[in-house]
């Protein structure tokens, strides 16, 4: 399985961008999948995620209301809306195989990162 984030970029602050996950490998409606983001010398944060189990969602209070992540068979969507500076990180998508409701303590497969830059 490969995850592959992409959509990340340079955006002022409140503005909007959109993150694109796209694997090989499985199927996202089958899977718990969701989105972390890292900042520098902080611990990385889970901001959302989809449940395998019942695709109930979950969102960090960082980004509840601001954030809205998606999925279909193809692709996961993570919409970005009223971006602030505290939000620049990389952000990384996530998936599991695990059969449950997120968020999950272990995720099986990571893509890699990709850099949003939100400018104030």
């Known amino acids: 399985v490969q995850l592959q984030a992409s959509g990340g970029g340079k955006v002022q602050a409140g503005g909007s961008l959109t993150l694109t996950c796209t694997a090989s490998?499985?199927?996202?409606?089958?899977?718990?999948s969701g989105w972390f983001r890292r900042v520098p010398g902080k611990e990385r944060e889970e901001i959302s995620c989809?449940?395998?189990?019942?695709?109930s969602t979950y969102y960090a209070n960082s980004v509840k209301g601001r954030f809205t992540v998606s999925r279909d068979s193809a692709k996961m969507v993570l919409h970005m809306n009223s971006l602030q500076s505290e939000d620049t990180a990389v952000y990384y998508c996530?998936?599991?195989?695990?059969?449950?409701?997120?968020?999950?303590?272990?995720?099986?497969?990571w893509g890699q990162g990709t850099q949003v830059t939100v400018s104030s």
């Open positions: 996530v998936a599991d195989h695990s059969y449950s409701t997120c968020p999950i303590s272990h995720y099986d497969f």
């Open positions: 490998g499985f199927t996202f409606d089958r899977y718990t």
């Open positions: 989809i449940s395998s189990s019942d695709g």
